[in-house]
């Protein structure tokens, strides 16, 4: 039975990932770069996760995996710099993004690529990725008032938060107690909290409003930082 709910569980979740995509290319929202790029992140995560039914060897498996947590993060911080407006957060993922995945490479060069040799930097790279999502949602959440693609955004961030702060359990786990759960049950975890995650992105790719006309969309962003009392005297 728990077989069962597993493959069921792992294929809803695999194609649950070309779902962003699919939004974006159907509401045209291609022109939207933080749409598309986050949209691309979970179509090249869904290619990815596709690969695990295939039947490779182990040291292949485990060489793909490797090279992919190595990208991962990376990755992310390089979708979060094109999509935040924040300078501060862009100076931050331009030091810490290259910086951190040449510790990866030069560790892997050292130690070898295999699961123990990510093992701290994993963790390390974890940490940095919620920063900069908890970090760009504050920066966020200052405005008053938000546009349709600005909410749609915040959900995302906020699938990001929970599927990466679902990361930091799976993590521990696999490397620190790897005899308190088996490898299904954190392969489970891992896609029943991508489920959730992908649920709340897609009402974010889904908000409405983000296709509304430029010239709407302005009026509303400068609108977020003028006092209520002001717009009701000005367009009364």
Request: net charge neutral; aromatic share 18%; charged share 15%.
């Amino acid at each position: 039975m728990k077989s069962l709910f597993y493959q069921i569980v792992s294929y809803v979740a695999v194609g649950s990932y070309f779902v962003p995509i699919l939004i974006v290319i159907g509401k045209k929202l291609w022109s939207q770069i933080a749409f598309r790029l986050f949209a691309l992140y979970w179509l090249i995560s869904g290619l990815v996760n596709v690969v695990e039914f295939f039947t490779l060897s182990k040291r292949a498996t485990e060489l793909f995996t490797v090279i992919y947590n190595i990208l991962d993060m990376p990755l992310v911080l390089g979708v979060f710099y094109f999509a935040t407006c924040s300078a501060s957060i862009k100076k931050f993922i331009r030091i810490a993004g290259p910086g951190f995945l040449a510790a990866e490479f030069t560790n892997c060069l050292i130690r070898g690529f295999n699961y123990d040799a990510l093992k701290y930097l994993l963790g390390a790279g974890i940490i940095i990725v919620l920063s900069v999502i908890v970090w760009e949602i504050i920066f966020r959440l200052q405005k008053i008032k938000h546009t349709g693609q600005e909410k749609g955004l915040l959900l995302i961030y906020a699938a990001m938060l929970f599927e990466y702060g679902t990361y930091v359990v799976i993590y521990i786990f696999d490397y620190f107690l790897p005899d308190a759960s088996s490898t299904t049950d954190n392969f489970l975890v891992y896609y029943l909290s991508s489920l959730i995650a992908l649920a709340v992105a897609v009402c974010g790719f889904l908000t409405r409003g983000i296709n509304a006309p430029a010239v709407k969309e302005r009026f509303e962003t400068e609108a977020a930082y003028i006092p209520d009392f002001w717009l009701t005297e000005e367009f009364e």
